[in-house]
Structures are given as structure tokens and as C-alpha cells.
């Protein structure tokens, strides 16, 4: 267990910062124990289902809940560069938008919110140093989600190594679209790897994520190859992976790599409504949750082809 206390010292890293969208404290399906889970924004994939499309754009945008707008023009009069306009509803000129945050700061019901601020590693560590004990009673620790965290490589690094060096556990949580190069560099300072694999066929990839999976696949390997500790994460999305012939080209190319480890995550609507407040089209609009039944059918699958697997992380 991780006993160290990691109090952050302001003097003791780079002014490196990172663009963070969320903090979340007490979070229990990111890794062992009790964790608190970093979110960075900017992801090199355009997963349909993506339930954190907030995460995507790897600079901060501004959400707008419809319902809490009261109307009362306090964002348009405050925005500095005329991208809104207020008649029967709230219309915003994208092109005009510098994504500044000003509307939201004069906003009084919040209908109007910045999705990304930047923070420093000494201020990360602040929030995080917060739960010390909880980590230390449950060998908890910090996970670094997104997002995709390796597109700010230099941010996590300097992250994970401030954190892993002062005794707190440490997880990243990655889809692996990132250059080789920069997955070794994180390694030494991760303690354990969530490794997302989508979907095994590279056309069907490319579809339903906009990217092939030819080096994800790699970087796997590599990481496998090095003895890193490596949960494979498949999330379940009806219609898309949950069939026969993507189990099969699972389990046969994790099989050698000695990868036993899977955890299923059944697709949910959570997100859906970030969808439109965000301006953006929800591809799995209609597209119900796997159930219970077909979920434990997928682990009984895989589970006879010697697999550890747990439903939901």
C-alpha cells in the first residue's frame, strides 16, 4: 500500500499544464481501491458512442443547457465577439466563437459552462493529495482518463511522474492511438494500464471511431511484451462488437500476448444528452443498452477461453 503523502511543492516541477475537463473524487470503477480520476480533453477518436463527446476537442468549448436558460441575454451582452444572438431562443455564430468562457462566467443559472481549464501539475496533485487517506485505506490512487491523455503528452508525463514518485498509485487510462515513443515514456510511471479496445476489424474500426486500429494493436503488444500490468477494457456496443466474430479476434489475439485480464463495459445513454448541448449529432440515437443477460453471456464467452473477466469494471 501507497503511504506516502504527496502534498504538492509548487517549486518542484515544470510550468507544464494541461487542459482538464473534469476531477472526479471517490471513483470506484478506474482502478483498484478509491480513486480520483484526472479527465483531459483532446481525443484522436470519434467513438459513436462516446459518452464524454466534451472530451473530443482538445480545446476548452462552452455547453449550453437549454433547460436552465432563462433568456436573459447576460451571455450575449457579455460575449467580446459578437458570436450570440437572442430572439425566440439562444443562437450562437460557431465561427464567431473563441471559446473564451466569458458567457458562462455572466450566465446566473449556469445554462451556459466551459468544458476545460487549464491547471498545472502542482494544482492536479492538489486536488488529488485531498483523498490521501481514503487511497491509503483502500490502495486507491489516481487515474488519468480523457479524453485521450497521450494526445498531451508532455503534461502526463510530468503528471504520472510527480504523482508514481511520491508513492501514489498510478493508472492510465488509454484507447493506445499514440505514438510509440510516447507510450514508453509514461510507462515507468504507470502502475497499472486500461487499455480500450473497440472493435478488432480495421475497416469496421476506421467506421465506427474514424481511425484504423493498426497501431493500437501494436502498442499493446508492446506493452504486453514489456510486463506491464495491462487490463484490457472492451466496451459492448450493440450491433457494432458484441458478435461471435469480434470475441473470436479478441481472444485470439490476446491469447499469446498473456493478456487475461477483460473488462466489459455495457454501452449506456448517460451521455446522450451532452449531444445536443454540445451542437453535435448522437450516432447511437435509438441504439438501446445491452441487457444483464447478453452482458453475462459475453463474459461466459470469454471465460472459457481462460479469461478473468468482470462485468462494468
Same mark, same amino acid.
Given at each position: 500500500? *501507497?503511504?506516502?503523502?504527496?502534498?504538492?511543492?509548487?517549486?518542484?516541477?515544470? &510550468?507544464?499544464?494541461?487542459? +482538464? $475537463?473534469?476531477?472526479?473524487?471517490? !471513483?470506484?470503477?478506474?482502478?483498484?481501491?478509491?480513486?480520483?480520476?484526472?479527465?483531459?480533453?483532446?481525443?484522436?477518436?470519434?467513438?459513436? /458512442?462516446?459518452?464524454?463527446?466534451? #472530451?473530443?476537442?482538445?480545446?476548452?468549448?462552452?455547453?449550453?443547457?437549454?433547460?436552465?436558460?432563462?433568456?436573459? =441575454?447576460?451571455?450575449?451582452?457579455?460575449? &467580446?465577439?459578437?458570436?450570440? !444572438?437572442?430572439?425566440?431562443?439562444?443562437?450562437?455564430?460557431?465561427?464567431?466563437?473563441?471559446?473564451?468562457?466569458?458567457?458562462?462566467?455572466?450566465?446566473?443559472?449556469?445554462?451556459?459552462?466551459?468544458?476545460?481549464? /487549464?491547471? #498545472?501539475?502542482?494544482?492536479?496533485?492538489?486536488?488529488?493529495?485531498?483523498?490521501?487517506?481514503?487511497?491509503?485505506? @483502500?490502495?486507491?490512487?489516481?487515474?488519468?482518463? =480523457?479524453?485521450?491523455?497521450?494526445?498531451?503528452?508532455? $503534461?502526463?508525463?510530468?503528471?504520472? !511522474?510527480?504523482?508514481?514518485?511520491? =508513492?501514489?498509485?498510478?493508472?492510465?487510462?488509454?484507447?493506445?492511438?499514440?505514438?510509440?515513443?510516447?507510450?514508453?515514456?509514461?510507462?515507468?510511471?504507470?502502475?497499472? $494500464?486500461?487499455?480500450?479496445?473497440?472493435?478488432?476489424?480495421?475497416?469496421?474500426?476506421?467506421?465506427?471511431?474514424?481511425?484504423?486500429?493498426?497501431?493500437?494493436?501494436?502498442?499493446?503488444? #508492446?506493452?504486453?511484451?514489456? =510486463?506491464?500490468?495491462?487490463?484490457?477494457?472492451?466496451? +459492448?456496443?450493440?450491433?457494432?462488437?458484441?458478435?461471435?466474430?469480434?470475441?473470436?479476434?479478441?481472444?485470439? $489475439?490476446?491469447?499469446?500476448?498473456?493478456?487475461?485480464?477483460?473488462?466489459?463495459?455495457?454501452?449506456?445513454?448517460?451521455? @446522450?444528452?451532452?449531444?445536443?448541448?454540445? *451542437?453535435?449529432?448522437?450516432?447511437?440515437?435509438?441504439?438501446? &443498452?445491452?441487457?444483464?443477460?447478453?452482458?453475462?453471456?459475453?463474459?461466459?464467452?470469454?471465460?472459457?477461453?481462460?479469461?478473468?473477466?468482470?462485468?462494468?469494471?
Amino acid at each position: 500500500m *501507497h503511504t506516502a503523502q504527496i502534498a504538492p511543492d509548487p517549486t518542484a516541477y515544470e &510550468p507544464t499544464k494541461g487542459l +482538464v $475537463f473534469n476531477i472526479m473524487r471517490f !471513483a470506484l470503477h478506474d482502478g483498484p481501491g478509491i480513486r480520483t480520476t484526472v479527465f483531459l480533453k483532446g481525443c484522436p477518436l470519434r467513438c459513436w /458512442w462516446c459518452h464524454n463527446p466534451e #472530451s473530443q476537442q482538445a480545446q476548452p468549448e462552452v455547453i449550453h443547457f437549454e433547460e436552465r436558460c432563462i433568456r436573459c =441575454g447576460e451571455c450575449v451582452r457579455a460575449c &467580446p465577439h459578437g458570436a450570440l !444572438a437572442l430572439d425566440e431562443q439562444l443562437r450562437l455564430d460557431a465561427d464567431r466563437c473563441e471559446r473564451c468562457g466569458e458567457c458562462a462566467e455572466a450566465c446566473p443559472t449556469d445554462a451556459r459552462q466551459l468544458a476545460g481549464r /487549464w491547471m #498545472s501539475v502542482p494544482e492536479v496533485l492538489a486536488e488529488v493529495a485531498r483523498d490521501q487517506v481514503f487511497y491509503d485505506e @483502500s490502495g486507491g490512487g489516481m487515474t488519468v482518463s =480523457g479524453g485521450e491523455p497521450l494526445m498531451q503528452r508532455e $503534461f502526463v508525463e510530468a503528471l504520472l !511522474a510527480a504523482a508514481h514518485g511520491r =508513492g501514489l498509485h498510478t493508472v492510465l487510462d488509454t484507447c493506445g492511438l499514440a505514438h510509440a515513443r510516447v507510450l514508453e515514456r509514461v510507462r515507468p510511471h504507470v502502475d497499472l $494500464f486500461l487499455y480500450d479496445l473497440k472493435v478488432m476489424d480495421r475497416a469496421a474500426h476506421r467506421r465506427y471511431t474514424g481511425a484504423r486500429n493498426d497501431r493500437i494493436l501494436r502498442n499493446l503488444q #508492446s506493452l504486453a511484451g514489456s =510486463g506491464a500490468a495491462v487490463i484490457v477494457r472492451l466496451p +459492448v456496443i450493440p450491433g457494432v462488437n458484441d458478435g461471435a466474430a469480434n470475441l473470436d479476434a479478441l481472444c485470439a $489475439f490476446l491469447t499469446p500476448l498473456g493478456l487475461r485480464a477483460i473488462d466489459l463495459l455495457p454501452y449506456h445513454r448517460i451521455g @446522450s444528452d451532452k449531444y445536443q448541448r454540445l *451542437h453535435l449529432v448522437d450516432r447511437m440515437n435509438g441504439v438501446a &443498452p445491452p441487457s444483464a443477460e447478453h452482458m453475462d453471456a459475453l463474459a461466459d464467452r470469454l471465460r472459457r477461453d481462460g479469461f478473468a473477466v468482470r462485468i462494468g469494471g
